[in-house]
Nanobody, 126 residues
Framework: QVQLVESGGGLVQAGGSLRLSCAAT????????MGWFRQAPGKEREFVAA????????DYADSAKGRFTISRDNAKNTVYLQMTSLQPEDTAVYYC???????????????????WGQGTQVTVSS
C-alpha cells in the first residue's frame, strides 16, 4: 500500500512561483513512475507532468512546458513540482499519483495511476 501526502499549495499572485511536494510512504516509491495532475472547478482532472522511476525521463503537458519542472528524490520518497510564471488558469487542486505497472497506457493517462494523494489547492490571483 502506498500513501501520498501533497503540500506546498497556496495563494500566489500571477507571475509568482510555488513548489509542491508529495511525500510517499511504502517501499515501492523508488521503482514507480510518478505524476502530477490538476483539477479546476467544473473541469476534468488533467495531466500536468510525469517522471520515471529514476528521474531520468519526464513528460509535460503543453500548458506546463517551460514553466513547470517535475523532479524526485528517491532517498526522501518525495516528488516535487516546481511551478513558475503562474497564471490564473493554473488555479486548481493539484494531485500527485503513483503509476501502476501496466505500461500499455501512457504516463499522461490518469487511468494508468493507481494511488492518489488528497490534493493541494493552488490559487493564482490576477
Amino acid at each position: 500500500q502506498v500513501q501520498l501526502v501533497e503540500s506546498g499549495g497556496g495563494l500566489v499572485q500571477a507571475g509568482g512561483s510555488l513548489r509542491l511536494s508529495c511525500a510517499a510512504t511504502g517501499r515501492t516509491f523508488s521503482s514507480r513512475d510518478m505524476g502530477w495532475f490538476r483539477q479546476a472547478p467544473g473541469k476534468e482532472r488533467e495531466f500536468v507532468a510525469a517522471i520515471n522511476w529514476s528521474g531520468g525521463s519526464t513528460d509535460y503537458a503543453d500548458s506546463a512546458k517551460g514553466r513547470f519542472t517535475i523532479s524526485r528524490d528517491n532517498a526522501k520518497n518525495t516528488v516535487y513540482l516546481q511551478m513558475t510564471s503562474l497564471q490564473p488558469e493554473d488555479t486548481a487542486v493539484y494531485y500527485c499519483a503513483v503509476r501502476g505497472t501496466d505500461y500499455r497506457r501512457s504516463r499522461s493517462n490518469l487511468d494508468s495511476y493507481d494511488y492518489w494523494g488528497q490534493g493541494t489547492q493552488v490559487t493564482v490571483s490576477s
